[in-house]
């Protein structure tokens, strides 16, 4: 059998972001998997340009990438007691395009900030996003990662044990429900 294809959505830009960092910790702890990480460098949402111009190609890759992947695992910021903008608009962008790719994907969901709660309002919002999308969401274990400005060691390592064995439980469980 192939390795599973494991793909992520961080919902901050940033290139050195907290959340990237997240999502490669918990693609290596996945175990042997193709590990790819989205775009969501995606245009604004705009139903009057949808109606002249379609689905955008980034956005229908985007749509191809989550319908191809064994499965999804997103990483979200939390600002201002919320899920960031381009995570919410790349959905709002995957809700028009055919063939429903979350549907039955097997999907673990993260958080990480620089407050002490981790991100725990914007884990727990954009959970209900994905309700209409219908994939299959794991209920836990929450990683919820707090204070992400010192979480990782210079070689973007997680630090931290509960963190850490947190981290691995999740990825276990989605292995397991990609197996299932």
């Excluded at 059998?1 to 996945?30: C, Q, T, V, W, Y």
């Excluded at 009057?48 to 111009?53: H, I, P, Q, R």
């Excluded at 749509?63 to 995570?87: H, R």
Aim: negative net charge; glycine residues 8%.
């Amino acid at each position: 059998m192939n390795d599973p294809i494991l793909l992520g959505l961080s919902g901050s830009l940033r290139a050195s972001s907290g959340n990237r960092k997240l999502l490669r910790e918990a693609a290596r702890l996945f175990g042997p998997c193709t590990y790819q990480e989205a775009d969501l460098r995606l245009p604004l949402y705009d139903g009057d340009d949808e109606a002249v111009d379609g689905v955008p190609p980034a956005v229908q890759t985007l749509a191809d990438q989550i319908a191809a992947a064994d499965a999804v695992i997103i990483s979200t910021p939390e600002y201002n007691k919320a899920p960031s903008g381009v995570l919410k608009n790349a959905l709002d962008w995957i809700s028009r395009t055919k063939g429903g790719p979350w549907r039955d994907k097997p999907l673990a969901v993260m958080s990480a900030s620089s407050g002490r709660s981790g991100g725990e309002r914007s884990q727990m919002i954009l959970r209900s996003f994905m309700v209409p999308f219908r994939p299959r969401i794991l209920h836990g274990p929450e990683m919820h990662l707090a204070a992400v400005g010192s979480a990782f060691d210079e070689d973007g390592r997680l630090q931290g044990d509960l963190y850490i064995s947190t981290l691995q439980d999740l990825m276990q469980a989605l292995r397991a429900e990609v197996e299932r």
